[in-house]
């Protein structure tokens, strides 16, 4: 073929795409909006994809109902600051557990895919509650300053929920959004001491509490909330002051109990890289599998009794 006819058959080639182009994927003029999106009262339609996922999403949140699981898995999302939905959140666990076990079997074979429908649900779970644990420990952690905030508010001549109003204006995430909820929830005509006490259990503050407690008995018998406040957040301020120099003191435990748990992983992980056949000689009699699980009940034993040492409570 020569070069003529490959310049002819390039040329008549790009024509046929900008044709394509311009017939398909262009539009011809302006785009215009169905009048019937416009009527408030007609439902859009919905893909089959949207339609599957809702009904996926129906099925779960039934499920859940009937084991009893809603309110507490609903509960947990909210201490951790997850604004998913529950039954999503499990679609999408479940989801990613087929995917990881499918991919265990084709790269490791069936052990490694039972491994891993274990290991996303329990790292999902975990994931939830050490989001929870930051979200808490950085709630206590700005407490002080928003209880010096509200004094403030109330020595300028604001009402309690006007100072409630400010430091959901003025704090930090997650004191805003806990403090945002508290007013919304207000204005929709909960009693404030129920929704104080609601962040209190949910942020599972001892400090918090005191708060609560502070401004029902003000509710009930007066005085200077604003006094008060500056006396309970006087104590909480020590309180973090401690608790600060107790995490600092213990960081050298916790991460000595980090790494003595993670060792004999990185052991065996090393030893399968370099020698497999020694590794072995542990799945081919009764005897190794009983090492085995002489090995796991120890470690879960030493671990245990490493985050007891460490997890230093007051």
């Keep these: ?125 975990l994931l939830v509650t050490f989001k929870a644990g930051r979200r808490q420990s950085a709630f206590a952690d700005q407490l002080d300053d928003s209880l010096q905030l509200m004094a403030s508010s109330l020595r300028a001549g604001h009402s309690l929920l006007r100072a409630v109003d400010a430091v959901s204006q003025d704090a930090v995430s997650p004191t805003a959004e806990e403090f945002s ?42 005085g200077n909330l604003a006094e008060v406040l500056d006396a309970v957040g006087h104590t909480i301020r020590e309180r973090n002051q401690i608790r600060r120099q107790v995490k600092a003191l213990s960081a050298e435990g916790k991460l000595s109990a980090i790494v003595l748990g993670a060792l004999p992983f990185a052991i065996v992980g090393f030893i399968s890289m370099t020698n497999p056949a020694y590794l072995a000689k542990f799945t081919e009699s009764v005897a190794g599998y009983g090492m085995l699980a002489a090995v796991v009940v120890l470690m879960l034993m030493g671990g245990f009794w490493l985050k007891k040492t460490v997890a230093i409570r007051f």
């Design 181 to 222: 909820r508290i007013v919304n929830e207000t204005r929709v005509g909960r009693d404030l001491g129920d929704s104080l006490d609601e962040v209190a259990e949910r942020m599972r503050s001892d400090d918090f509490t005191w708060v609560a407690q502070a401004i029902a008995i003000h509710r009930e018998v007066g």
């Design 1 to 125: 073929m020569t070069p003529t006819v490959l310049l002819v058959a390039g040329v008549a080639a790009f024509a046929a795409g900008l044709l394509v182009l311009a017939l398909v994927v262009v539009p011809a003029g302006p785009s215009r909006v169905p009048l019937s999106r416009l009527d408030p009262t007609v439902v859009p339609e919905t893909s089959a994809l949207a339609g599957a996922g809702a009904a996926a999403e129906a099925a779960v949140e039934k499920v859940l109902v009937r084991r009893g699981r809603l309110a507490a898995g609903v509960a947990a999302l909210e201490q951790a600051g997850m604004s998913t939905t529950l039954p999503n959140f499990v679609l999408a666990v479940g989801l990613w557990t087929v995917v990881a076990a499918a991919g265990g079997v084709l790269v490791g074979g069936p052990l490694l895919g039972l491994l891993m429908l274990v290991v996303v649900p329990v790292g999902a779970r």
